[in-house]
């Protein structure tokens, strides 16, 4: 019946039922107050035999059960049909959390703290003992997400914004730590001044491999302490790393000026140099490579005085790391057709080879023979033209070491390019058989 009349009728009649049930769960409590659960149980179920959802006769049901000791299964089953009735009780809610705490069932615990956080959503102290449970058990993607939904409400709250960063921090969630400390200098600039926090930022930026970070980090540090090794280090770094090279040489230059005893930045101004000089293969014109050759050639010459310090090194490691670095220098140079700069790059590297015989260099020794031998041999027609008008035997003993170690450093070098030293071979050879002529021309005992 439809009619307001029977609407009306129907309205009492369900608050009718509701009163009757509410009266027995009524009855439960005060049972159970005196201390008779089992009463309290009888009264508990008249109340549920008329409402089945009623959550005040639950949760006095899991009372009765808590007063039995029947374990925290059964309180959680009645809290959970509590729920039923009212998805939102602070109480039912409350109960299964406590109850799977003495499970030991912490994620359960959690989420039902969560749960009860959800319908309650101001209660700052359950937020906050629910981020410290979510973090003591590394939930910290809960953490993050807990407080950045408070902080949505309150954005200015420090105790929360230090949870919020801390959760970060402990979560190794990187982008949000990295965030969070911008967001931090922004509004109070000082903190620039603060290493700590420099430091952080910096080690964040490098974790997440965020270089654009990286570079404003690297040069608030270093606008705020211009003398620091390590701060010009990783600007010079995250310059680097953003493809900005030249800067990059600029700075690690400065960390020399500040520490000129300091060897791997020595080579990293070398290496950094070399790595970032640029041959353009795709020019053909003799007279337009002539002109780029001598610039191409000065630039990489630039890096040279950087490597000494490692040839210099007692550290094998650093001395082959220093080889490669010149044989990356040479062998450029050869491509691009500079073959006096490459045989300059190469005559120290080669020899120093010559006298290392570990197994693991051998790929080295061979590559570093081969385009040594290249480049010394196709420059020394005009040391043998000069030797030849001299008409004497002064430069003789030289001239014809080099020839020895060129025609050493291409057998070597068959390693790797045995059909390409073929040519250059018997070329030594000419010159083998042109100092042997020179030998019996002005009659030279000094070779």
Known sequence: DLRPQGLGEMFAARINTIVRAAENARNCNEQLSRNQ????LNEARKALETEPNLPAA????????????????SIVAAATRALKGDPGNLEAWSRIASSYMVKGDTTGAIDAYDSLLGYNPTDQTLLKALVQLSMQ????SRAERLLRRALAVTPNDPPLQDMLKRACAEGQDYACTLAILREEVESDSTKLA??????AAIANAQAVQDTQALLWWSRQAVAHYAQSVPFLKQLAQAFQMSGQPDSAVVYYKRVLAASPGDVATSLLVAKTIIDNAVWDTTVHDTARL?????????????????????????DSSIRLFTINVAYQAGSKLATAGALNDAYTWLDQPYRLLA???????QGLRSGVGYLYGLS?????????????????????PELN???????????????????????PLQVIGQFENFMQQVKRSFKCRNF
Request: charge should be positive; glycine fraction near 6%; charged fraction near 25%.
């Open 37 to 40: 659960p089992d009463r309290a």
């Open 58 to 73: 639950w949760l006095c049901v899991g009372r009765v059960f808590e007063v039995q000791h029947l374990g925290p299964d």
């Open 137 to 140: 058990h590394h939930d910290y």
């Open 194 to 199: 603060d290493t700590t926090e420099l430091k």
């Open 290 to 314: 002539s002109q780029l050759r001598r610039p191409f050639a000065a630039q990489i010459d630039s890096a040279a005085p950087y490597l000494q310090a490692g040839y210099a090194s007692p």
């Open 355 to 361: 006298a290392d015989t570990a197994a693991g260099h």
């Open 376 to 396: 010394s041999t196709y420059t020394m027609p005009p040391l043998l033209k000069q030797l030849g008008d001299s008409k004497k035997c002064d430069g003789a």
């Open 401 to 423: 070491a080099r020839i020895q170690r060129s025609k050493q450093a291409l057998t070597r070098g068959a390693r790797v390019a045995p059909a390409q030293v073929r040519q």
